[in-house]
Structure formats: structure tokens, C-alpha cells
């Protein structure tokens, strides 16, 4: 069965980076389409950014210019590198895959767990 698993989250101050990792079992990053999303308390599931299998790649506005989504074929690994971080940024972010193109949509047919990602002023 598909399993997507996030690491690499955790406490940092504003200017910041980290990078996010997904790592994915039972199906190949090369063969889907993926995206990051994030959700903190009280707001809904955003779409962070999304690449697919040509790896023409898409950002929501908010992060355009500091995050990069990209992935490791041969890892089988995806990738969400964050620089300048802001405390707007804190939520839990989830990697997801399916087989559709469904870029920042949350419609997404398979969902990691998430992984912290908090951001201090």
C-alpha cells in the first residue's frame, strides 16, 4: 500500500530554513503528481506548492520566491526547501500524491501524517 511519511519539520526563528521530506513506499515520486500542504489551528488545508511528473511545478503566491518543491527520483524522495521563514508560516504540513494533476487542490488521493513546522518571532 502507498505510504507517504514527512520529516524534517521543527522550531526555528523568522529568516530561517528548513527542508521538508517526504519519503514515499509503494509508488514512485517520478510517476506522480505531489504537492505540499499546510493547516495551522483554525484555518483550513492550504496548497503550499505541487509538482508533477514533468516537474512543472506550482506555489501558492504567499511563498513564491522562498520555498522549492522539488523531488529525488532515484530516493524516491520529495522535497520542500524553505528559506526566509516567517511566523505565518507555522502549521502542520502534509506531503500528498496521486496519479491526477490536481495541483494546490487538497483532493489529493494519498496523505502523510505532517510534520511541525513552527516559526518564531
Known amino acids: 500500500q502507498v505510504q507517504l511519511v514527512e520529516s524534517g519539520g521543527g522550531s526555528v526563528q523568522a529568516g530561517g530554513s528548513l527542508r521538508l521530506s517526504c519519503a514515499a513506499s509503494?509508488?514512485?515520486?517520478?510517476?506522480?503528481?505531489m504537492a505540499w500542504f499546510r493547516q495551522a489551528p483554525g484555518k483550513e488545508r492550504e496548497g503550499v506548492a505541487a509538482?508533477?511528473?514533468?516537474?512543472?511545478?506550482a506555489y501558492a503566491e504567499s511563498v513564491k520566491g522562498r520555498f522549492t518543491i522539488y523531488k529525488d527520483n532515484d530516493k524516491n524522495i520529495l522535497y520542500l526547501e524553505m528559506n526566509s521563514l516567517k511566523p505565518e508560516d507555522t502549521a502542520l504540513y502534509y506531503c500528498?500524491?496521486?496519479?491526477?494533476?490536481?495541483?494546490?487542490?487538497?483532493?489529493?488521493?494519498?496523505w502523510g501524517q505532517g510534520t511541525q513546522v513552527t516559526v518564531s518571532s
Open positions: 509538482i508533477e511528473t514533468t516537474s512543472s511545478t
Open positions: 509503494g509508488l514512485s515520486v517520478s510517476n506522480a503528481c
Open positions: 500528498a500524491a496521486d496519479g491526477f494533476r490536481w495541483w494546490l487542490r487538497p483532493l489529493y488521493h494519498y
